[in-house]
């Protein structure tokens, strides 16, 4: 699909932002999970580094819903970024835990 047209046009991307927005939600609630661990004394490193670096440019508020595909593209970046989240928290809780 090369432009957004059509009598859904509308709907598609008024549902690509919302789902976009529900993605950028879990990420900061796995945002704030990481911070949690910190604050408790886990060693972190680089995890809370790129978290927070993915919540900064998430795109949900950094790519439009009206460049043309209504929002898929928007929605799959979505759906990518947050896989990764889930890929930090994994890590962080499966990988051994050290005291700072």
């Not at 989240?85 to 990988?95: A, I, N, P, V």
């Amino acid at each position: 699909m090369f432009a957004c047209k059509g009598p859904w046009a509308a709907l598609w991307m008024e549902q690509s932002t919302i789902v976009g927005y529900y993605f950028a939600g879990v990420a900061a609630v796995i945002t704030v999970a990481l911070f949690r661990e910190a604050l408790r004394g886990y060693q972190l490193r680089w995890k809370l580094a790129v978290a927070a670096s993915f919540l900064a440019v998430h795109p949900a508020w950094t790519i439009s819903a009206g460049i043309g595909d209504c929002g898929a593209f928007r929605l799959e970046t979505s759906v990518l970024v947050t896989a990764l989240y889930f890929g930090l928290l994994t890590h962080q809780y499966f990988s051994p835990k050290r005291s700072a």
